[in-house]
Nanobody, 114 residues
Framework: QVQLVESGGGLVQPGGSLRLSCAVH????????MGWHRQAPGKQRELVAA???????NYADSVKGRFTISRDNAKNTVYLQMNSLKPEDTAVYYC????????WGQGTQVTVSS
């Protein structure tokens, strides 16, 4: 069974930065396209960034130019560097495959507020 462990969230002021990490346990991580998803209060979960097994990336328009997804296949870990954060980025952030194949982890809360 795959276990996803997200970390790195917190409270940050607008314009600040955070780096999220996600450790993936129990799967052949390297073959999957991975994604960072987020769910804001009262909204559906959305995919904000994805990275293929070969390292190609794609972003939602709302985060393009501010967020960077990366992966370390040797460590079974995917990262999300978030810069120039805005209040509308406030959400619980989850990692999973790009399609959300696995059971969701607990996520990590990101709050952007002054």
């Amino acid at each position: 069974q795959v276990q996803l462990v997200e970390s790195g969230g917190g409270l940050v002021q607008p314009g600040g930065s955070l780096r999220l990490s996600c450790a993936v346990h129990g799967s052949i991580f390297s073959i999957y396209a991975m994604g960072w998803h987020r769910q804001a209060p009262g909204k559906q979960r959305e995919l904000v960034a994805a990275i293929t097994s070969g390292g190609y990336t794609n972003y939602a328009d709302s985060v393009k130019g501010r967020f960077t997804i990366s992966r370390d296949n040797a460590k079974n870990t995917v990262y999300l560097q978030m810069n120039s954060l805005k209040p509308e980025d406030t959400a619980v952030y989850y990692c999973n495959t790009q399609k959300g194949t696995w059971a969701w982890g607990q996520g990590t809360q990101v709050t952007v507020s002054s």
